[in-house]
Each structure stands twice: as C-alpha cells, then as structure tokens.
C-alpha cells in the first residue's frame, strides 16, 4: 500500500511529543512490512523540506501555525499518484480530508482537545477568546466532516469522548500505544532521599505547577526530598515555572533536567522513587508505562488517558483532579512502601510497538 500520513509535526519537530513517537512507531512498523509511507507535517527553521527517516519519506511545508493545513491541501493536488490511504492526524484541528480526498481515510487522534483549549499561553483576553473558539467549534467540525470517517484512537477514554462529538462506536478503533524499550538499563538504585519526577512536556496543561504545590506538601511531612523536572516547553512559561520556584522554600532542592536522551530519561525514571502526572488531560500517558518498565509507581489524576494508562493499586495511584492533598499522601505511601514495584512492571510488559502495530496495520487493510 501507498500510505498518506498528514500531521503537525514529525518525530524531528522541536516540539514533538507522545503522539509523534506513536506515529513514528506504526509507520516504522508499516515500512517494515513492505508498504511505503509518506509523512507530511510542517516545516521548521534548519529542517530540511523532504528527507527519509527510517524509510519514511517526510515532506515538510507551512508552519505549524496554521499554513500547514493549507499547504497540505495545495500538495495533495499536484500529486500525480494519489495513495491507497491517507491518515488524517488530529491535534486539535484536523486536515479537513474529507473535503478533498477521495481515498479511503483513517482519522487518528490521540485526545480531542475540550479544556485544553483555554489552557494556552497567549496573554488576557485572547488566550479566552482562542480557547472559547476552539471549544466551540471542535465538536461541531467533527460532527460536520468526521461523522463518517473511521478513527484510531488509543484509549478507551478517547473513545468515550468521540462518541459525545457524535462518532459512532462501531467506526472508533482502540490501539494502545506501545513501549519502546530501551537497548539496556543501568543496574542503579534508587536515590538515597525520597525523589520525586515529572516527564513530559513543560506546559499549562500539563499541570506542571502543581507539581510544585505537591512537592511543598511531601517535603513538609517526609523531611529531605527532590523534585526532577525532566522535559521541554516554550522558554517564557519554563522562565515562569523558575520564578515561581524561587518563591518558595525548596528552590535548591528542584532541578529542572531539560530534554535528556532516551538512556538518560530511563535512567533517572529508574532512579526516582515516584513520577508525578498531574496533567489536565491526556490521550494515554505513556511516560506513566515508562516508569512501569523500571519499577517506578505513578500517582496521577483521574482524567483522560492517565486512567486508562495507570492500573489503579497495581502501577500506581489515580487520584481526583486537582486534589493536592490526596496526590501527596499517595505519593507518601508509595516512599514509605514501594510495594507495586513489581506490578507496576508486569503492567508495562503488555504493551509493545509490535502487537500496535499489526494492529493498526490489519486495520489499514481492511479500510483499503
């Protein structure tokens, strides 16, 4: 098969994140299995405007902005050979495919956006007027142009909330996402005091800043203790995140890591006692199955995504949004008794990019 991927950003995008490792890993899977694969995203200062990565052939024209969507339509006319199958990838706004191509479509989504949207960086009154837009008009633009479109989603959290956009149950496909797993793990311990880590991207809706409210809450009960912040963000809201660290009585005890390698990411996972994900709202969660794989609980809220990804009382705790209070005893437990080390790596070893992949790939075939 000739297979179409439209998307924001690729695997090389500065600020790629989960669903771009995700994409990577099914179109890999693809390639390797004799189908060829064509990823178009936007472009980015220094990239270069068509390459191949891994046997995936990506073009990159507009800007993530928003001229993306356009020039993905102005690209697809001029091809001469059309694909077998074209992945629409939704984040937020999707490509508006239907209106287009006449191949068959497979929309693939890893969260609808719902809160998210006010959950922006841009200044009062238009970070309100952008999130009230995108609220309003995301359900009604899924109902117009995707009502009859098959989806691949990741979690049955997804899932529920695609039917309320009016996507019927029998055209969504759950695909958990897989693991990769790394080429081998250092034999180390855990640190001496109590550390605690955050994964992910640095962002408002992320809940990244109650982290820190949590963090007060632990070292005000358990004594000495660290806080990792491991990850990237837009350097004004990461300026933000230090400033308000520097207010508070724990400064020295917070690092803020960065962007690390893969080794380095599994290494400090394994090293840390617990990873917090106080995120807003998610497609799975998959930095919460990477802390699984070397033994490290989570303790997350219950919304989208993280409660489809932590096994309650197995790999970790899920707690009621919002509830600091709750997340910190959690997390004291587990510090006190890291009992789900075991369990929460039996959790992790169910998920793998292999069985995702056939999967998705079964899926394509029977759309084509």
């Not at 005091?193 to 070292?219: M, N, P, S, W």
């Not at 890291?338 to 039996?346: I, Y």
Request: aromatic content about 14%; hydrophobic content about 40%.
């Amino acid at each position: 098969m000739k297979i179409l991927m439209f998307s924001w950003r690729d695997i090389e995008h500065p600020s790629g994140g989960g669903a771009e490792i995700a994409s990577m890993e099914h179109a890999k899977y693809w390639v390797k299995h004799g189908h060829e694969v064509t990823w178009f995203a936007s472009y980015y200062f220094g990239a270069k405007k068509t390459e191949q990565i891994e046997g995936i052939n990506i073009i990159r024209r507009g800007n993530q902005l928003g001229t993306v969507f356009l020039a993905g339509f102005w690209w697809y006319l001029g091809l001469k050979q059309k694909p077998d199958i074209v992945i629409d990838q939704i984040h937020g706004i999707p490509f508006f495919t239907p209106l287009f191509v006449r191949k068959p479509i497979l929309a693939y989504i890893h969260e609808t956006a719902r809160k998210v949207w006010f959950l922006n960086h841009l200044q009062f009154p238009f970070n309100y007027v952008y999130g009230l837009l995108g609220y309003v008009s995301e359900p009604i633009i899924f109902w117009l142009f995707y009502r009859n479109i098959q989806f691949m989603t990741v979690s049955d959290s997804s899932k529920n909330d695609l039917t309320k956009f009016g996507i019927k149950r029998n055209k969504i496909h759950v695909i958990h996402n897989g693991l990769t797993k790394p080429n081998k793990i250092k034999q180390i311990n855990k640190e001496s005091h109590a550390t605690l880590i955050y994964l992910g991207a640095l962002a408002k809706d992320k809940g990244v800043e109650d982290t820190f409210e949590v963090f007060e809450q632990v070292k005000q009960k358990i004594g000495k203790s660290k806080l990792w912040i491991v990850g990237k963000g837009h350097p004004e809201y990461i300026k933000y995140l230090k400033s308000k660290i520097n207010l508070k009585n724990f400064r020295k005890e917070v690092k803020f890591w960065g962007y690390v390698s893969e080794e380095m990411k599994f290494e400090l996972l394994k090293r840390s006692h617990v990873l917090i994900n106080p995120s807003k709202h998610e497609g799975w969660g998959l930095t919460n199955i990477e802390a699984n794989f070397v033994g490290t609980p989570v303790v997350a809220y219950d919304v989208l995504g993280c409660r489809d990804s932590v096994k309650q009382d197995k790999s970790g705790y899920i707690v009621t949004e919002g509830d600091i209070q709750k997340m910190a005893e959690q997390i004291i437990k587990i510090i006190n008794n890291n009992s789900l080390s075991e369990s929460a790596k039996e959790w992790s070893n169910q998920f793998n990019w292999d069985s995702a992949g056939k999967k998705s790939l079964h899926l394509l075939k029977t759309m084509v």
